[in-house]
């Protein structure tokens, strides 16, 4: 019925010792609060509320009927009998295939690609790197991301980790910039979590000889374009305002 979350002492604070109800979304840090509510449109952000227990609210989020794609995502977690929790840290655990708790990490490094590109490509010129597909452009690297699911232990078709909890645990790396916080937390939340709540396969192919998941990967790909499109609106309008309030 209730789950007393000791383990998250370990890893991300004193938070542990406090009863939660086993449904909703529960963001564990303030920032974890706010990379989901950068995900969404700016007006179906004040929908998105803390109850008294720091779970989303679901009356809250329940009277809005939005049709954005991340929202209905987002909504579709919290009403789930599965807690789904949202942290942000470098490390984590999960329980291994020989049921057995082990700590994990995460890392995000950013880098521009091009520059990177001629430090070790020296025979080409950076203009001819980027007609080959090296980006001019900073970008983040590196083990981002992790959604560890209840039994994923055992799940082979699977990364081999799962929950030590019985909850989702959805991890995004403290080095992400905002911005691609929010991005990652679409993936991870809007792309494992929901279809594992959906009872689809939550797992991206390893290789070719398993066979794709394209309904999966495109679930990813239209999260993280309109979680990119709704944050960067909402950006531009607020400053905007705080433009014209000056």
Not at 89 to 109: F, P, Q
Request: aromatic fraction near 6%; proline fraction near 4%; hydrophobic fraction near 35%.
């Amino acid at each position: 019925m209730y789950a007393i979350l000791l383990y998250t002492t370990l890893v991300w604070g004193p938070i542990g010792n406090a009863l939660y109800a086993p449904d909703s979304v529960l963001p564990l840090t303030p920032a974890a609060y706010q990379a989901i509510r950068h995900t969404l449109r700016a007006k179906d952000q004040p929908f998105v509320v803390l109850d008294a227990h720091g779970r989303v609210d679901r009356p809250a989020i329940n009277r809005q009927t939005s049709r954005s794609p991340t929202f209905q995502a987002l909504k579709t977690l919290v009403n789930d009998t599965l807690v789904v929790e949202v942290t942000i840290s470098n490390d984590y655990l999960y329980r291994n295939t020989h049921d057995s708790i082990r700590h994990g990490s995460l890392v995000a490094v950013y880098t521009n690609e091009l520059t990177d590109a001629t430090q070790y490509m020296l025979q080409y010129t950076a203009a001819q790197l980027k007609n080959m597909g090296f980006r001019d452009e900073i970008r983040a690297s590196g083990p981002s991301g992790i959604t560890l699911l209840p039994g994923g232990e055992r799940d082979v078709k699977g990364d081999g980790k799962g929950s030590v909890n019985g909850h989702i645990v959805v991890v995004l790396s403290s080095d992400l910039i905002e911005r691609d916080a929010a991005r990652k937390l679409a993936h991870e939340a809007y792309g494992h979590a929901l279809f594992f709540i959906l009872r689809k396969n939550p797992n991206h192919a390893e290789d070719k000889a398993r066979g794709g998941n394209q309904e999966l990967e495109d679930q990813i790909r239209s999260s993280i374009e309109e979680t990119e499109r709704n944050y960067d609106r909402a950006k531009s309008s607020c400053s905007k305002t705080t433009k014209r309030n000056h």
